[in-house]
């Protein structure tokens, strides 16, 4: 059974910077792209950052210049470096990947979600 962990979460003031991680585990042949989006309360999903297989990265404009999203394909893990963080960036965060399994098959996953509060 995939899953996908994460961690990082938490509180932080505005300025500040939190580190997310997200280890893919559990009958995968390999993985494909990896991302993470956010949701704050009463908001939809919406995209945060993405990485390809190749190291291609892509963010919101909202984030650029002060996120940056990385991978350990050794570990299957991606994580969301989130520096000079503002109150909007508080959000529930999610990552997920579509990973290719023994049986060939491709399916998308995500986590559970880790809390972002950014607040004085």
């Known amino acids: 059974q995939v899953q996908l962990v994460e961690s990082g979460g938490g509180l932080v003031q505005p300025g500040g910077s939190l580190r997310l991680s997200c280890a893919a585990s559990g009958g995968i042949f390999s993985i494909n792209a990896m991302g993470w989006y956010r949701q704050a309360p009463g908001k939809e999903r919406d995209l945060v950052a993405t990485i390809s297989s190749g190291g291609i990265t892509n963010y919101a404009d909202s984030v650029k210049g002060r996120f940056t999203i990385s991978r350990d394909n050794a570990k299957n893990t991606v994580y969301l470096q989130m520096n000079s963080l503002k109150p909007e960036d508080t959000a529930v965060y999610y990552c997920?990947?579509?990973?290719?399994?023994?049986?060939?098959?491709?399916?998308?996953?995500w986590g559970q979600g880790t809390q972002v509060t950014v607040s004085s």
């Open positions: 997920t990947t579509t990973a290719r399994l023994y049986d060939g098959r491709y399916v998308n996953y």
